[in-house]
């Protein structure tokens, strides 16, 4: 394994590393660009359909990582910053008849609205409070959505106008794939970038005592809301790919057990890193698919990996990799 | 005024289980500052373990008593078994680990004796009825008060009056302290959760014949129990109860006067209002934050 020294603390900072960095990230592009027509020949077509879905739970991590992982504030409502997500994109575009980008958009600003009224409370709420609010967030969504018929189509359900690219020889499945894996790439880019710009120290710092943070000249509620409300607008973008995907919208669809299945992605995946979050959100994509015929053992293995992780591992999969990687960097150290 | 004296029974009959939830939400949170997820879930499964005996043909009284061991047992081992052991657990970790529990929990349940609804047998009646003046109180609403109330004595003279509970008072205010002082905190702790989760289980078997019994049967009155102890003062024990009290009869009038599909949503406005009028809740201390 080829090792680079790093001279100056500028190189140390980049987010891609030398040529083999820049040579990883190409492949693994080029990889995600080639999924749709690899796929019909190894006959694994409804792969694609996953693919999307786990493209909208990366989103939905990452941003939700910047919340409680970064920022420490733990929130069990992001199921409904997902349907308010949804519906926003699916209204904009039946209603307002906008095309699907800047309903999308419309949507982002919309859930980054709402998430910008639950931090709110969060300059007054820590920990359980906290908590308990935005499970309760999560809870009103749904039954506002169940009970505002006029807005939702209630249980009939509301049917969502599909987007198209306007690329001929693409099936739509296909289409809404590179529009939401690119969203995906985007949205962890900026993450990335977020998290180790001064914006995401600022989030740590607030993390790890909020009021030495505050001493320190970090602006307590300029972030935390804006953690809220960047982490509600990814949730935003994702309610919308799930709107495209699923077509056809119901409250069911957005349940507190989904909010539940976003924070075990980034336990699992790693609390506090965006990698973590990916790698959380591709896992419990994929698991449930291949467990399909244990679906009631999947709260069970949820649970006990959450435990499991937080007794064992508190940084996840990521951080055991790290150490993993560290070890044999160092080896024979 | 009639209509106002049912409301105010019914309130007290829901308060009274919205009190019992509280007390051991607030048990948890006073000595080591855990909010407990699985709260609910314990509950739910004692109530499930009594469902399962009384169908075995257990008399009433065995069940019930067996169902609220198996929850002090559960979570005095979660605490043993899970939570002491744990690397490095911050408080957000063990936070997080009572949800993974609550989620094991429920997919245990569900699991085990399937998503339906079953009807939970009770002793009680909810058709005989007892008049007090023009008010009509069931015999299930006034069994729901009374235990309430006999559980919330025993529990006063268990903390005020014994001196195992002067041991849990000592752990709760200064743990470092009261080891030096010769108290074994780690059983006390583990007493603690036990005694939380029995308190849960009660309300667990008192809600049971009312509702239908479900594995998700107790997710509501577990956030209203939350709302309660942030009403009364998330530290406080009387809060606790007067808290439960306040959000029943708040509940049922708001129900009754104002709209019954949104009386969900009142709980959380209370956490709300309260956070921004007087944080500290009703009867509990002053808030103070130390870096």
Redesign the interface.
Known sequence: MSRTLIERYEDDLFLVKGAAGWLGVAILLAALAMFPFLLPRIGLSYLLFIAVLGAANVIVAVGLNLLVGYT?L?S?GHAGFVAIGAYASGLLMSRLGLPWYAAWAGAAAISAAFGFLVGL?AL??T???L???T???G??VY?VLT?WTDLSGGRMGLPVHQLSLGIAGLTSTQQLYYVAVGAAVLLSWIGYNLARSHIGRALVAIRD?D??AEVTGVNLTWYKTLAFAISAAYAGVAGSIIAQALRHLEPQAFT?LES?TY??MI?IGGLGTISGSIIGAVLLTLLPHYLSGFR????????????LI?????HGVYGRWVRVRTYFRAWPL | MTQLGQYLVGGLATGSLYALVALGIVLL?RSS?V?NFAHGDVATLATFVAFTLLGRAVPFSIAVTASLAAAAVLGAAFFFL?LR?????????K???T??????????M??VWGADEHVFPSPLSDTRVYKLGQVVVSQMSLGTIVSGLVLMGILYVLIQRTKVGLAMRAVAQNTVAAQALGIPARRIYALTWGLASALGGAAGVLLAPVVYLDPFMM?DPF?KG??AA?LGG?DSLPGAVLGGFLLGVAESVFAGYVSF?FK??L??GI??LV??IR?EGVLGREYH?R?
């Open positions: 420490g733990i069990l409370p007054r709420l920990g359980p409070y908590t308990i609010a499970l309760g967030f809870i009103a039954q009970n005592s009021i030495a507190f539940i924070f075990a336990v009631q053992w999947l709260p069970i293995i949820y649970g006990g990996a959450i435990i937080m007794a064992l591992e508190p | 949170y500052r909010l899970i052991p744990a690397k490095e657990a911050t408080l957000l970790g936070i997080v680990m949800l993974g529990l609550a989620l094991v929990l429920s997919g245990v569900q699991l997710l956030l939350f709302a942030v998330i599909k969900t949503t709980a959380f956490i709300i956070l921004m944080p934050r870096v």
